[in-house]
């Protein structure tokens, strides 16, 4: 218990997934290609991000502290990554898949989640374009640094898939300094 709240207070030393970084990167965004891996999902709707993210968090921990079929608690990871599908208008609810990594060593076997609204997702391969930034992020951040990277990604002529996007976070709210942020717009891949 005690490790796992200090991985969450201070969000150094988590496994990451792996990803193979393109040679050429844009001037503001990298180019990431993320292997197939396993992550722990769960999906909710809603009419504003931020409160969907935190309660889909909270369902997420509860599973990494033992809240699974086998008991077995689970090592933090990161990023906690958000899937926005957006609605169809401006008074649409949108979809929010919120997501741990599952580390290494339940790679293979993860356990299985009691909790019906929690599901382990299995990711194939993709590549994103990937925009960082600092600071606490919220609603109105995630939306402008989006913004940039689209404004980015058309300024380069790249194919890319508008939505879903990715908001990824890397640290604690207990982490004051060299905060790290990231949205993740997918490749388009051609035909």
Known sequence: MLKAMGQVLFSSGLQNPKFTAAEKQGQDYEIRTYHATKWVSTTLKGMQ??????????????????NNKNKVKVEMTAPVSGRVDPGAGPACESQFTVSFYIPEEHQENPPEPSDPEVFVEHRKE???????????????????????????????????IDHPYYVCGYDSPFKLTNRRNEVWVLKKEQE
Do not use: C, H, W
């Open 126 to 160: 993709f590549t994103a374009y990937v925009r960082t930034y600092g600071g606490f992020s919220n609603e109105n951040t995630k939306q402008q640094e989006l913004l940039k990277l689209l404004e980015s990604l058309q300024r380069d002529g790249v194919p890319y």
């Open 49 to 66: 991000m931020d409160p969907a993210l935190s309660a889909g968090f909270r369902r997420l921990f509860s599973y990494i502290q033992g």
